[in-house]
Nanobody
Framework: QVPLVESGGGLVQPGGSLRLSCAASGRVSPADPMGWYRQPPGEEERFLVA????????DYVDSVKGRFTVSRDNRKNMVYLQMNSLRLEDTAVYYCYYLSDQHYWGQGTQVTVSS
């Protein structure tokens, strides 16, 4: 088991910034990918937002490129998502994930972008 705990969500105005953090514990390997999904209101599915691989490569969905930055601290087993220039459509529950033998998920943190 790999428990994941997110923090940092909240309410922000369009154009604002938020930083999400996720702490992993248990059997965590720096070689395995970690990242973030989100589930917008009314959607049943979660969608990949950003991820960082064991070799440091990052990957982003097109809609957040240039605005979001995913990073990782392997010494602390932490993954972060810096979100800048937030838009109304970024409103969602954001889930941290860790992928090894299976997907492990955090409990989710709400991000609301509203004026």
């Amino acid at each position: 088991q790999v428990p994941l705990v997110e923090s940092g969500g909240g309410l922000v105005q369009p154009g604002g910034s938020l930083r999400l953090s996720c702490a992993a514990s248990g059997r965590v390997s720096p070689a395995d990918p970690m990242g973030w999904y989100r589930q917008p209101p009314g959607e049943e599915e979660r969608f990949l937002v950003a991820r960082v691989f064991g070799d440091g490569r990052t990957d982003y969905v097109d809609s957040v490129k240039g605005r979001f930055t995913v990073s990782r601290d392997n010494r602390k087993n932490m993954v972060y998502l810096q979100m800048n220039s937030l838009r109304l459509e970024d409103t969602a529950v954001y889930y941290c994930y860790y992928l090894s033998d299976q997907h492990y998920w955090g409990q989710g943190t709400q991000v609301t972008v509203s004026s």
